[in-house]
């Protein structure tokens, strides 16, 4: 009998998909699947879990060529799957997850030991970190900057910034802003776009009724074709109606909007669809900005960053596309923060995001696939100080 083959997994749990790599101990990727969102906090403990499960079992049954799904959980001394199946030997030595919605230690206390059982993984070989934790990994390799903020800009948004510690410990997480969720907050994400939207056509309509005269636009056709309706004040039923009346839950009615506003102001060039995502933008960078120090500050800061010696790390289905991050990069020059460093983290671009499929990485910005980073900082954050 064949010695089990040695496995490291990271996930990356967004709102909307749930991205898993499986790579050997040398680092080389063997496996990626990708399903459908596990922000935990949107969704709670069960549905969390299943999306885990599937992207897990997924790429277990790529990574090891199983003849048939291999269906979680195994167990580690029999090799007998949750459907009674004999499965490959394998030994899933350490598990990284970045978890959208999963702020705060009490929270992470409450999956490990879920996430320990569906993955048969001992405790101290888990890792449940927020999905930031994750897109600041560039960090680890990029010479001359100790720093890095990290920006998740899909579904919803958040800001976070680290800084590099000893080659064998976890980046130190400095200051956060934002990942409120979408009814709080998540600035510059797939939901700020289309709650903006709508609030556009709204104040457009507002204004009607007080003689102004407002030009028909792209942006309006499209999301009052989406809702199926005629006029712009029916929008507001369309986007409050309970979820028990709709194939779609009110937060997805909104981020669903996205890739219409996008269309809009890229393909259609329509100037209200532009100052949507100019807003948008903009959102985002003050919450950026807020973690960093002021360009003309003497002194350094003890949680604060200076842009200009760190570097941005940006990821989610909205921080792949060059158009809208050219947007948010020129609201931060505006006031005086140039990265040293922007990484780009593709999102959607790789694997293919369904919500999002508009523009390209862009010109001019180094860009790597996030499945890369993954593995290879699972490989140094699980594996190394465990084994």
Not at 131 to 137: G, I, R
Not at 324 to 337: D, V
Request: charged share 20%; proline share 6%.
């Amino acid at each position: 009998m064949s010695s089990p083959i040695d496995l490291y997994l990271a996930i990356d749990c967004g709102g909307t998909k749930t991205a898993a790599v499986l790579c050997s101990p040398s680092g080389n990727t063997l496996a990626r699947a990708l399903t459908s969102g596990s922000n935990f906090a949107y969704l709670g403990l069960g549905a969390f879990l299943k999306g885990v499960g599937e992207a897990t079992s997924s790429a277990l049954t790529a990574a090891l060529k199983s003849p048939t799904p291999i269906t979680l959980p195994v167990d580690p001394t029999t090799h007998i799957d949750a459907s009674g199946a004999s499965t490959p030997h394998y030994n899933l030595r350490a598990a990284w997850l970045g978890v959208s919605g999963v702020d705060s230690p009490t929270v992470v206390s409450l999956l490990l030991p879920h996430v320990s059982a569906l993955l048969s993984v001992p405790v101290e070989r888990l890792m449940i970190s927020n999905d930031t934790d994750l897109l600041a990994a560039p960090l680890r390799i990029l010479l001359g900057v100790r720093t890095a903020v990290a920006v998740v800009a899909g579904t919803g948004s958040i800001v976070a910034s680290f800084r590099e510690g000893p080659a064998d410990a976890p980046l130190e997480a400095l200051a956060r802003v934002g990942g409120w969720g979408w009814i709080l907050g998540d600035e510059g994400g797939g939901f700020d776009v289309g709650r903006t939207a709508v609030r556009a056509l709204l104040a457009q309509q507002d204004a009607k009724t007080t003689g102004t005269i407002v030009a028909n636009s792209p942006m309006r056709e499209k999301l009052l074709k989406k809702f199926g309706v005629t006029e712009v004040m029916d929008l507001l039923a369309a986007v409050h109606a309970p979820d028990s009346t709709t194939s779609l839950p009110r937060e997805r009615r909104l981020s669903s909007l996205c890739p219409l506003v996008f269309e809009a102001a890229f393909d259609d060039e329509d100037p209200l669809a532009v100052q949507v995502l100019g807003d948008c933008a903009h959102k985002l960078a003050i919450q950026i900005s807020a973690v960093l120090l002021s360009p003309s500050a003497q002194e350094e800061h003890p949680r604060k960053v200076r842009a200009e010696s760190s570097v941005l790390c940006l990821g989610g289905s909205l921080g792949g596309i060059y158009r809208y991050r050219e947007l948010i990069l020129s609201a931060l020059r505006e006031n005086g923060h140039v990265f040293k460093h922007v990484e780009v983290v593709v999102d959607a671009a790789q694997y293919g995001d369904p919500t999002i499929d508009i523009g390209d990485a862009g010109p001019n910005q180094q860009s790597r696939s996030q499945d890369i980073l993954r593995h290879a900082w699972t490989l140094q954050r699980c594996k190394e100080p465990l084994l």
